[in-house]
């Protein structure tokens, strides 16, 4: 077909540069634009369409309302992080609460990611619905790195995990590096001398050099479930263990409790997530959740320092300051 080859591309690019131009910077209707490049209204739409998709345009909307800047603010002044406040209906299901919110992170990803930089990603249900709406955005030099492992008893994790990946290697051109362990070993020792392998230190070292991560937060109690808690990876005895241990969530399967604690919850032993420490220590992380049951964990992460932006639905943001 004419549109896979390279030259078709090309042109096609450079139209809906021409188009965006025009649109945005000209001020000049659809008709106009359509009449200047000889084709039609319709085709027009589609060009400015394929153009935001691509990232040639970048739509910010900075609102003086309550509904917006002013509830970002607050949330930013209160938590000391960068929030991104996506306007949620509240008659939506916490499906399609997700998506938006996902939707509007996959956006923002795109602005943040660049060339020579070293991107860690974690896997789950948000994640794989942000990387679902990421952008096209070319880089180069650019790594994205597995943030844990995705193995269970059931699974080997590679094919889920894999897939997100993927799709965000593609966005940005970058080079993806898988970490195919466990998502927990069964024995802290195991974990300990896999770490000492040269294979994994190479994964280690990338994670340790971490310029952007980006999470969710799981939530036993959230409508759309944490994968980590019903995808097979916890026991009845590691249910029993996080619940003796007050765990209320976890980051990339590293559990804490409300106060942002996390050395001693015993499953941290095994895990094959980033500690929270080194997580602390990457300069931007950007923290993507949805929904009212993810309150206390959001809670938890943000007095704990864990996230420099957060990207969260309009009600849960209301939540979050009522509880504050």
Not at 15 to 20: P, V
Not at 157 to 162: I, L, M
Not at 171 to 181: E, I, L, M, S
Request: net charge positive.
């Amino acid at each position: 077909m004419d549109a896979e080859r390279p030259g078709a591309r090309d042109a096609k690019l450079v139209q809906a540069l021409k188009a965006a131009q025009l649109y945005y910077m000209q001020d000049r209707t659809m008709e106009a634009i359509a009449r200047e490049l000889g084709t039609s209204r319709s085709s027009v739409s589609r060009l400015l369409s394929h153009a935001r998709d691509i990232g040639l345009v970048d739509i910010r909307i900075n609102s003086p309302l309550e509904r917006g800047g002013m509830l970002e603010q607050r949330v930013s002044e209160r938590f000391r992080v960068a929030a991104h406040v996506v306007p949620v209906p509240a008659n939506v299901s916490e499906v399609d609460r997700l998506e938006r919110v996902a939707m509007t992170a996959a956006r923002l990803t795109a602005q943040f990611v660049d060339s020579n930089m070293i991107v860690g990603v974690a896997w789950g249900s948000t994640l794989s619905a942000v990387s679902r709406n990421l952008p096209q955005k070319e880089t180069h030099n650019t790594t994205v790195v597995q943030l844990n492992g995705a193995g269970n008893t059931q699974t080997t994790g590679v094919e889920y995990s894999s897939e997100i990946l993927q799709r965000f290697g593609h966005a940005f051109g970058a080079k993806v590096q898988q970490f195919p362990v466990p998502a927990f070993f069964d024995d802290p020792a195991t974990r300990e001398a896999m770490w000492r392998e040269r294979s994994t230190r190479r994964v280690l070292d990338l994670q340790a050099r971490m310029d952007l991560a980006l999470f969710s937060l799981g939530s036993p109690s959230a409508e759309v479930p944490s994968r980590v808690y019903v995808g097979g990876y916890l026991d009845r005895d590691d249910y029993r263990s996080l619940s003796e241990d007050r765990v209320i969530g976890d980051v990339a399967t590293v559990f804490f409790r409300a106060d942002g604690s996390w050395r001693d919850v015993r499953l941290n032993a095994r895990a094959t997530g980033p500690t929270l420490d080194r997580l602390r220590r990457v300069p931007r992380r950007v923290c993507v959740v949805a929904g009212a049951h993810k309150l206390a964990s959001l809670r938890a992460a943000l007095g704990a320092g864990l996230a420099t932006d957060v990207v969260l639905d309009e009600a849960l943001a209301n939540r979050l300051l009522d509880a504050s």
